[in-house]
């Protein structure tokens, strides 16, 4: 034991259902240790990160043409009338919902 290159360990629990995702990727790369895959993946795995601002961008104009709807909606009931600068307002903010969603979904798509 003196002569091991190693000498620290490091221990953590996972799952059944993780430690059966971790088997399996280590026979995808064909690595019949579980230390061995571990501490690789560790060392030299890949960690991505994703920028979710536009996201939540996109769900604050959401929200906000939802709760326009909402209100038109309410007027509407209330009054009975429909005014057409509301669905104007509507539309247009739908457009630049639209707008938004297909940007995001360009720039996902390109990951």
């Not at 490091?10 to 230390?35: A, D, Q, T, W």
């Not at 669905?87 to 979904?105: E, G, H, P």
């Amino acid at each position: 034991m003196n002569g091991r290159k190693r000498k620290s360990q490091i221990h953590f629990r996972v799952s059944e259902y993780e430690r059966s995702i971790i088997i399996e990727k280590m026979n995808e790369v064909g690595i019949l240790n579980m230390g061995t895959f571990l501490r690789k993946m560790a060392l030299e795995g890949y960690i991505i990160h994703i920028d979710l601002s536009d996201i939540r961008e996109l769900l604050r104009l959401l929200r906000r043409v939802s709760n326009n709807l909402n209100q038109f909606t309410k007027r509407a009931h209330e009054t009975g009338n429909i005014y057409i600068d509301d669905i104007n307002y509507l539309n247009t903010q739908f457009k630049i919902l639209c707008k938004n969603s297909n940007d995001i979904l360009i720039r996902l798509s390109s990951l």
